[in-house]
Antibody
Framework: EVELVESGGGLVQPGGSLRLSCAAS????????MYWVRQAPGKGLVWISR????????DYADSVRGRFTVSRDNAKKTLYLQLNSLRGDDTALYYC??????????????????WGRGSLVTVS | DIVLTQSPGSLSVSPGDSATLSCRSS???????LAWYQQKPGQAPTLLIY???TRATGIPDRFSGSGSGTDFTLTISRLEPEDFAVYYC?????????FGQGTKLEIK
């Protein structure tokens, strides 16, 4: 079955750290860019980061750059999000997502075509 | 950074009618890099449209996307009860990527 399963969330004090994992199955993990997106309770989706297939190019949102680190282990088919220096406004459901690789007139389109169910991080 | 502004914030429509949702970009955006998602309560989002107008696998043709430059539209025809949800646009062509704030489609 093609799926993503996040884990590692929980309750952490301000200033603390957590590491989220996203286990992939059913597809060739190394071929896909991967995303992290978060959603605070009752709020909208917020893009956090994107990493390319071999982990060499990583982009971050300004709100997390320098505090969060994304990595991947293609042998284990797992994506990671290390969250450091956590603050109350980091409280959210954290989703990992797979970037589809669609060809549109010579351009590779990479929307999120597969989402996990999310892992809840509460900073309090 | 590209800011996406969705309007309206909420929309009440009757089943069977059509709904038109807007997504405006703060900068020119190639249509190849604009997607729409649907999110139902308690669920992860699902991809509806990418490349501004290409439906994702399994998405019914009641959903259509259009637009270019800075103005993009998601149109949902013949609304079914299961279509009432929150809809987000996303641009994935420029770093940082970004989502709109969402439009909540409610049953009238």
């Amino acid at each position: 079955e093609v799926e993503l399963v996040e884990s590692g969330g929980g309750l952490v004090q301000p200033g603390g750290s957590l590491r989220l994992s996203c286990a992939a199955s059913g597809f060739t993990f190394s071929r896909h860019f991967m995303y992290w997106v978060r959603q605070a309770p009752g709020k909208g989706l917020v893009w956090i980061s994107r990493i390319d297939g071999d982990g060499t190019t990583i982009d971050y949102a300004d709100s997390v750059r320098g505090r969060f680190t994304v990595s991947r282990d293609n042998a284990k088919k797992t994506l990671y999000l290390q969250l450091n220096s956590l603050r109350g406004d980091d409280t959210a459901l954290y989703y990992c997502g797979r970037a589809g690789m669609f060809t549109l007139g010579g351009v590779i389109a990479t929307p999120i075509d597969l989402w996990g169910r999310g892992s809840l991080v509460t900073v309090s | 950074d590209i800011v996406l502004t969705q309007s309206p914030g909420s929309l009440s429509v009757s089943p069977g009618d059509s709904a038109t949702l807007s997504c405006r970009s703060s900068q020119f955006l190639s249509s190849s890099y604009l997607a729409w998602y649907q999110q139902k309560p308690g669920q992860a989002p699902t991809l509806l449209i990418y490349g501004a107008s290409t439906r994702a696998t399994g998405i019914p043709d009641r959903f259509s996307g259009s637009g270019s430059g800075t103005d993009f539209t998601l149109t949902i025809s013949r609304l079914e009860p299961e279509d009432f949800a929150v809809y987000y646009c996303q641009q994935y062509g420029s770093s940082p990527n970004s989502f709109g704030q969402g439009t909540k489609l409610e049953i009238k």
